[in-house]
């Protein structure tokens, strides 16, 4: 018998470190073209994980890791910015928000984008570690 996944589960979510090789579900997770900035870095790509390699556009963090294959990114340009999901395993893109602005944290399993003239957004990733906009 076969069961949903995520049924009642939550996405289950790391935060990644910005200068470590990390073990997914496709393979060490490699992200490339890293700027000189230790406290907020950010990554031209690719990002590189087991066979699958993606290019997703300029990137920051926070960067996290959901259910060992989906990595969590905040792209960006100029003040514009995405969070986006990529599925490591299927080598695509997963899921990807709203243009969203201010400056961007994960709390828990919430991406918090505050200091706006729009006040505090947020999404919520649901079990299926996809992005739920919330008001």
């Known amino acids: 018998m076969l069961m949903a996944q995520g049924v009642g589960a939550a996405c289950k979510l790391s935060d990644l470190p910005s200068d470590d090789t990390v073990s997914t579900q496709a393979g060490p997770l490699g992200l490339e073209g890293r700027d000189g900035d230790a406290q907020n870095p950010s990554w031209l790509g690719p990002v590189r994980a087991g066979r699958c390699e993606l290019s997703p556009p ?3 963090g926070p960067l ?3 259910n060992g ?6 792209s960006y340009s100029g003040s514009q910015q995405r969070v986006e999901v990529y599925d490591l395993l299927h080598c695509r893109l997963h899921d990807r928000s709203a243009v969203l602005y201010g400056k961007a944290q994960r709390l828990g ?3 918090v984008f505050s200091g706006t003239a729009e006040g505090r957004q947020s999404l919520r990733i649901d079990a299926h570690c996809r ?3 919330e008001q």
Do not use: E, I, M, T
């Open 64 to 66: 996290a890791l959901g």
């Open 58 to 60: 300029l990137f920051s």
């Open 69 to 74: 294959r989906y990595l969590f990114l905040v």
């Open 109 to 111: 399993a919430r991406y």
């Open 131 to 133: 992005l739920l906009r």
